[in-house]
């Protein structure tokens, strides 16, 4: 099963403001495939679980891939802008810390 989608990634400009670039990604059963992300995303792609440069098999395709697994998906919500820390904001009001 293969997932194509077109997402926005979250860049530091020149200026240092924060901007959203145009990125496409492939998503299989075990891999992230990055089929067209921004140039200044590759250290962090590089530092996710898994990550593998495909530019030097035969035939070459020039594309990052990592594993499909929460630690990247995780990190991937935060290069694309959203907060991951939701849930665990959210989980907050299970714990009663009165009685401690």
């Known amino acids: 099963m293969t997932d194509i989608q ?12 924060l901007i959203k670039v145009p990125g ?8 992230i495939e990055f089929i067209d992300s921004p140039f200044a995303l590759k250290d962090d792609i590089k530092a996710m679980k898994g990550s593998r440069w495909h530019g ?3 035939p070459p395709r020039k594309i990052w891939t990592v594993e499909n697994c929460p630690r990247n ?8 802008g959203l907060n991951p820390y939701t849930w665990f904001d959210n989980q907050d009001s ?5 009685d401690l």
């Open 94 to 98: 299970i714990l009663d810390t009165t």
């Open 73 to 80: 998906w995780f990190t991937l919500k935060i290069l694309m």
């Open 24 to 31: 496409v990604i492939n998503i299989t059963d075990t891999r």
């Open 56 to 58: 030097f098999e035969d």
């Open 6 to 17: 077109n997402v926005k990634f979250v860049i530091r400009g020149r200026q240092g403001t």
